[in-house]
């Protein structure tokens, strides 16, 4: 049984970032959709879909490498936990590198990167930050 579908989508991609592979597929779900969405707004992956499939529908994640094969995803790494879960208030998000990386940051109004968290003054749960 997994108890965190969150980390799991973030090990898949991870490990096929390092392998390189076209595309990572992964159980569907409502947040994992929102975060696809984000790193595709972002510039990490090139697209993303939803695959029909039995019993259920799963998420496809096309990655992105740059043009001579180099990883646009360096690091990716899970900040809230199921036993330890992150709050952060709009005011106390901090860019990732120096603006160079992303927060994503689970809030009443979707799923979001921290820089529209802080354009829009909106606070959350942070789920994972990306490099």
């Known amino acids: 049984m997994m108890t965190d579908p969150i980390a799991d989508m973030l090990t898949r991609i991870r ?6 592979r076209p595309q990572v597929d992964m159980p569907l779900s409502k947040i994992k959709r929102g975060l696809a969405e984000v790193l595709k707004r972002e510039g990490y ?15 496809r994640v096309h990655l992105k490498y740059g ?4 990883r646009v995803i360096r690091r990716i ?4 936990k199921p036993g ?16 160079l990386g992303i927060s994503v940051i689970s809030t009443s109004r979707g799923v979001i990167s921290d820089r529209e968290a802080r354009q829009r003054k909106l606070g959350g749960e942070v789920l994972c930050e990306i490099w």
């Open 15 to 20: 490990n096929a970032v390092r392998v390189e």
């Open 67 to 70: 043009p001579n094969g180099e």
């Open 84 to 99: 330890h879960r992150v709050y952060s208030g709009a005011a106390h998000l901090k860019p990732i590198l120096g603006g």
């Open 45 to 59: 992956i090139w697209d993303w879909e939803e695959v029909e499939g039995k019993p259920a529908n799963s998420l």
């Open 77 to 80: 790494r899970r900040v809230s």
